[in-house]
């Protein structure tokens, strides 16, 4: 089955013989739940209840073009089966309803209407002190689980290299960054043709594809962290895997930084996490500046409020980050 809005009749047949509509439940509203960059992600709701629906295809949904594998929305199944039985994390994200693996599709709970935090970097949307708290607290407590069996996630890891560690430093990759910021193209060349920086982030990027010890969300930033009626949610598992937990807290640290973020706040976050458990300090500032640099020069482009100056000044700085760890 293939998810497609509007609804049609093989669709609605499909929902009533997987047992997620009652012979006589009403459908309300059918239609698309958000952005949806890797998956097809669609809300039903009937008279009763909300659901959402999420379908992986054999490519990004947000560029049809790059092939991405079809189990990764299993990853997420098996990421919230595991965070649902800790009694912190299991409020931040939706219950699997159904698991269909024929249509590589699963059902959840609607967590409700609501916004991620994209909109900070254009400070649209405020990230609150308590939020970036509760965050840090939610990660420690995610690398902490004691994990055993979670699937590699090989196939995915290797996406998410290719953009992360490849991609953004390859001098003539395809994509004109003037189209997002006249200057850009120039700007980057600096970066892209420095062979000491681009040996740091390839050996920095063959030890994220080695298996850690940690559970880690994957994909910790502003578009992954929703809020609605009930407060904060974390959402979108699909790049879940088995690392350094420096990854997931890098990422979460360039984000802040991108959007500007009081130094003094980052700081705070550091000590939060470095209260409970060991930071690698010199690996933290590598995979934060690894992933301030793809976000600045890479495919996946962020809506940052940023001149040209600003990106260059940040660019530098995810440099030394890097380099001078």
Do not use: C
Not at 19 to 40: F, H, R, T
Not at 42 to 58: D, M, W, Y
Not at 125 to 144: A, G, K, M, P
Not at 254 to 277: F, G
């Amino acid at each position: 089955m293939i998810l497609q809005i509007p609804l049609n009749p093989l669709q609605e047949k499909y929902l009533r013989k997987s047992g997620l509509l009652q012979p006589d439940e009403k459908i309300l509203e059918y239609g698309k739940a958000g952005d949806g960059n890797m998956n097809v992600v669609v809300r039903l709701k009937t008279e009763n209840r909300s659901i959402i629906l999420k379908q992986s295809r054999p490519y990004v949904n947000k560029y049809p073009t790059i092939p991405a594998p079809l189990g990764r929305i299993f990853i997420e199944d098996d990421y919230y089966q595991i965070i649902n039985s800790h009694d912190f994390l299991s409020g931040f994200s939706p219950k699997i309803i159904l698991r269909d693996n024929k249509s590589h599709l699963v059902a959840m709970d609607d967590l409700g209407i609501g916004a991620d935090f994209i909109g900070i970097y254009s400070k649209k949307i405020d990230l609150s002190l308590n939020e970036i708290h509760t965050l840090v607290d939610y990660l420690f407590s995610l690398h902490q689980l004691e994990i055993h069996n979670f699937p590699d996630n090989t196939e995915m890891k290797k996406l998410n290299h290719e953009h992360i560690f490849f991609y953004p430093f390859m001098e003539f990759n395809g994509f004109d960054l003037d189209s997002i910021q006249p200057g850009l193209q120039a700007m980057s060349m600096k970066f892209k043709t420095d062979l000491k920086l681009k040996n740091a982030v390839k050996a920095l990027g063959k030890r994220y594809l080695e298996k850690g010890k940690h559970l880690l969300h994957g994909d910790f930033y502003p578009g992954s962290w929703i809020r609605v009626d009930s407060g904060l949610k974390i959402i979108d598992p699909e790049f879940a895997f088995m690392g350094d937990g420096e990854f997931d807290l890098g990422v979460f640290i360039a984000h802040l930084k991108m959007a500007k973020t009081n130094p003094e706040i980052i700081n705070t976050i550091k000590n939060q996490y470095a209260s409970k458990s060991i930071i690698d300090q010199k690996l933290l500032n590598k995979y934060t500046g690894t992933e301030m640099l793809r976000r600045l020069i890479g495919l996946a482009q962020l809506p940052l409020s940023l001149t040209l100056e600003e990106k260059s000044e940040m660019a530098e700085e995810a440099r030394n980050l890097i380099l001078k760890p």
